[in-house]
């Protein structure tokens, strides 16, 4: 039985994205079979993996709004082995109007990834920046939730109102959902705030919060452009190799065997 993991804050860029690609990425490295579902309409994670969004006739949208079959819309990395997509397009936008008179419409994404918890040893989730209905349902399909803050001044801003919704969400849909962690990115030693944040927001999570934290990095930043994870785009990098001990660090923590 797989699990399956949102990377969640309403809050944008604090590197969501580039955790959900770079996580999903770091996962098949090691050999676990991983499936990366892109559930913003924004479509970055679509793109990051090499796949234009603007070519992309069936996504995330078709399986939630008109019940197609989740299946039939995979699409293999073409540079990573162990790695799927579920791609995302701007259509997603509307779903949440279109889907208001839907029953459980909470749990649309839930019905569509069931069937593939047990082909896959990982499923990454990258949600939409945002706290609406298609944030819900990525909650609410997931085991557990990785939360991404960045290592500035208004680190712990909005992050109340994320905790808020989760509970919501084990109290009335999810029940199961755990936290995950809560990741620390774009760090940079050499600023003292950065410091400042990493020690208050261990201080009031304490456990919470992962080892690995993700330094502020320029092959980062310029992989999504090339269509390919830091992994690919430069492995020795201080930012691919971070996602790589935050994956070892998650499957070492799911008492998954590691497979290299």
């Known amino acids: 039985m797989g699990k399956i993991i949102a990377v969640a804050n309403q809050k944008g860029g604090v590197g969501k994205t580039t955790t959900a690609i770079n996580l999903a990425a770091s996962l098949a490295a090691l050999e676990y079979k991983t499936l990366l579902v892109d559930a913003d309409p924004q479509a970055n994670a679509t793109s990051g993996l090499g796949f234009d969004p603007a070519t992309i006739t069936t996504s995330i949208y078709e399986c939630m ?40 419409r909470e749990e649309k994404m839930r019905e569509a990834l069931k069937p593939l918890k047990d082909k896959y040893d990982f499923i990454i989730i990258d949600c939409s920046p ?39 969400i084990q109290s009335r849909l999810n029940t199961e959902l755990a936290i995950e962690g809560i990741l620390l990115t774009m760090y940079d030693v050499r600023l003292r705030l ?67």
């Open 130 to 168: 945002s706290l609406g209905l298609i944030t819900v349902n990525s909650l609410t399909a997931a085991d557990s939730v990785v939360i991404p803050v960045q290592c500035e001044y208004f680190a712990l801003e909005g992050l109340g109102k994320l905790l808020n919704t989760i509970k919501i």
């Open 65 to 104: 709004v008109e019940d197609v079959k989740v299946e039939d819309i995979i699409l293999q990395s073409p540079n990573i082995e162990f790695l799927d997509l579920i791609p995302s397009h701007i259509d997603l936008v509307g779903a949440e109007v279109e889907m208001i008179d839907i029953p459980n």
């Open 194 to 260: 950065s410091n400042q944040v990493v020690d208050e927001v261990k201080t009031h999570f304490q456990q919470m919060v992962f080892d690995t934290i993700i330094p502020r990095n320029v092959k980062l930043s310029e992989s999504p452009s090339f269509g390919i994870p830091a992994l690919l785009h430069d492995a020795e990098s201080k930012g691919a190799l971070s996602y790589l001990n935050l994956a070892r660090e998650i499957a070492e923590k799911n008492s998954v065997v590691l497979a290299k």
